[in-house]
């Protein structure tokens, strides 16, 4: 095959291209499809948030309940995290992480 064939064939193969006909989506189906992902994912966070809300309502009530109730047992859920906090102190002291 010669250049020439290989040029003319790629000439009809792009004017072959070149006349088809190519169907476009309409744009209002995209904008539905957009809506209906924003609907979805406004759904999904106001559930997470009711969950939010009601886990943190949960844990409100139950360390007032502690507190009304049994204040040694208060006072020791709340030092946990001092402790914690403490104790990455050490660790990171000895480690040789705090300079």
């Given at each position: 095959m010669s250049d020439k064939?290989?040029?003319?064939?790629?000439?009809?193969?792009?004017?072959?291209?070149?006349n088809i006909k190519v169907k476009t989506p309409d744009l209002l189906?995209?904008?539905?499809?957009?809506?209906?992902?924003?609907?979805?994912?406004?759904k999904?966070?106001?559930?997470q948030f009711t969950v939010?809300?009601?886990?943190?309502?949960?844990?409100?009530?139950?360390?007032?309940?502690c507190l009304f109730t049994n204040i040694i047992l208060f006072a020791f859920i709340e030092s946990i995290p001092l402790i914690v906090f403490c104790l990455t102190l050490i660790y990171k002291k000895i480690a040789g992480d705090l300079g």
């Open positions: 064939e290989i040029e003319k064939r790629l000439d009809v193969s792009l004017s072959k291209l070149d189906f995209f904008a539905s499809l957009v809506n209906d992902e924003k609907q979805h994912i406004a999904k966070q106001n559930q939010f809300i009601a886990i943190s309502l949960f844990i409100v009530a139950t360390v007032t309940l």
